[in-house]
Structure formats: C-alpha cells, structure tokens
T-cell receptor, first 114, second 117 residues
C-alpha cells in the first residue's frame, strides 16, 4: 500500500546532539510537511515543502532545518537538540491537485532529549 | 491569524451513547476547510470528517456528523452509537483555502474521549 513512513519511531538523545528524523512516502505526493505535537497544544507546523526546490518555514522553525532529498523524502534535523524539543513529530503529505486539502500522516517519531 | 479552540479537555460516555465534541475557530477568511482528526493510542492521525466552508450542508460519515455554524464559527462533531474503538484524542483543525494558502493545518489542543463499556 502507498504509505508515509517515519524513522526512527522512537529516539532518546542527549542535549547538544545532532539528530535527523526521516520521512518517506510512496503516495506520489508533491507536498510534504513536518509538524510537532506537544501535550495540550495540538500540532504546529515546523517546515513545509511544495516540491523539491520549494521549502518554507512554518510557525516554529527555530532550532530545526530540513532537506528535501527527492520527491519522496523529507528529513527534519535538530542541529543541537535541547530538552524543550522533546515532542512527537509527524510528517504529512498531500497532493498538488484536488483533494489537496487532504493530508496523510506518518506514524510519528517520539523524540526525547535528556 | 487563525486559531482553533476545543473547550473540552476530556469527555467520557457509555458505549452506544451519543457524544458531541465542541470546536470553535477564529478567522477572517471566507474560504476554508474544517476537519476532525482522531488519534488513538497507536498515535496514528486519522481523518474522521471534512467540511468545506462554502457548503451549507453538514458533512456526514457513517456514525460521525458535524454541526457547522459558519456565522458562529462553530464546528462540533457528533458521534452516534459510540463504540469502544472510538476511544481516542480528537482534534479539530482548520485549513485556509486560496492562492496565498500554504495549506497548513491549524490545530486545536484536542479532546480526550473515553468510551466506557
């Protein structure tokens, strides 16, 4: 089945370490998103990409960077992890054409920074 | 900026009962979409139902229906004949539509729904 996958599913890292979260999709979608979920806050957008050469900051991009290596791959990096980046991270994809409003989510990566 | 508010942090009902989850939003936009997503303990985010703002008719998907009140900026979710598998966090979300939209979802904080046997 066409799908959105995220690796790793869980990760514990130490303050100051660099870490990369990876997202791959087989849906053939052009658009990809990274969201962060914190308890009591819902999800917030970190970065989004409408195609390989189009990458944009979301509302909480500070401390994060991304790379769109191919249409199917969108990676999120924490250059120097800090404890308040402990959260659940979701990758999502959507089509360029209708129904462009429908986003498909990966299973999430739970990141703990100690 | 758009905001989404879910005023009920947690609700619980008996199996087979009907439950309504509340959502209000604030926007100056006229064209937008509203969504309800379900997040079970598996943490997978699952789309439950969608409403397009230009449609007056309330969306329905099997046991799930919405009450969309555009003037009041209210978008509640009704779950009929609730089942144990409906136990999950439920999120209301907003998406602006249009040429200047980045199609990001703006999320509420969620309502934890517990269905009791």
């Amino acid at each position: 089945d066409a799908d959105v996958t995220q690796t790793p599913r869980n990760r514990i890292t130490k303050t100051g370490k660099r870490i990369m979260l990876e997202c791959s999709q087989t849906k053939g979608h052009d658009r990809m998103y990274w969201y962060r979920q914190d308890p009591g806050l819902g999800l917030r957008l970190i970065y989004y990409s409408f195609d390989v050469k189009d990458i944009n900051k979301g509302e909480i991009s500070d401390g994060y960077s991304v790379s769109r290596q191919a249409q199917a791959k969108f990676s999120l990096s924490l250059e120097s992890a800090i404890p308040n980046q402990t959260a659940l991270y979701f990758c999502a994809t959507s089509r360029r054409d209708r129904p462009y409003y429908e986003q498909y989510f990966g299973p999430g990566t739970r990141l703990t920074v100690t | 900026a758009q905001t989404v508010t879910q005023s009920q942090p947690e609700m619980s009902v008996q199996e087979a009962e009907t439950v309504t989850l509340s959502c209000t939003y604030d926007t100056s936009e006229n064209n937008y979409y509203l969504f309800w997503y379900k997040q079970p303990p598996s943490r997978q985010m699952i789309l439950v139902i969608r409403q397009e703002a230009y449609k007056q008719q309330n969306a329905t998907e099997n046991r799930f229906s919405v009450n969309f009140q555009k003037a009041a900026k209210s978008f509640s979710l009704k779950i009929s004949d609730s089942q144990l598998g409906d136990t999950a966090m439920y999120f209301c979300a907003f998406m602006k539509h249009g040429m200047d939209s980045n199609y990001q979802l703006i999320w509420g904080a969620g309502t934890k729904l517990i269905i009791k046997p």
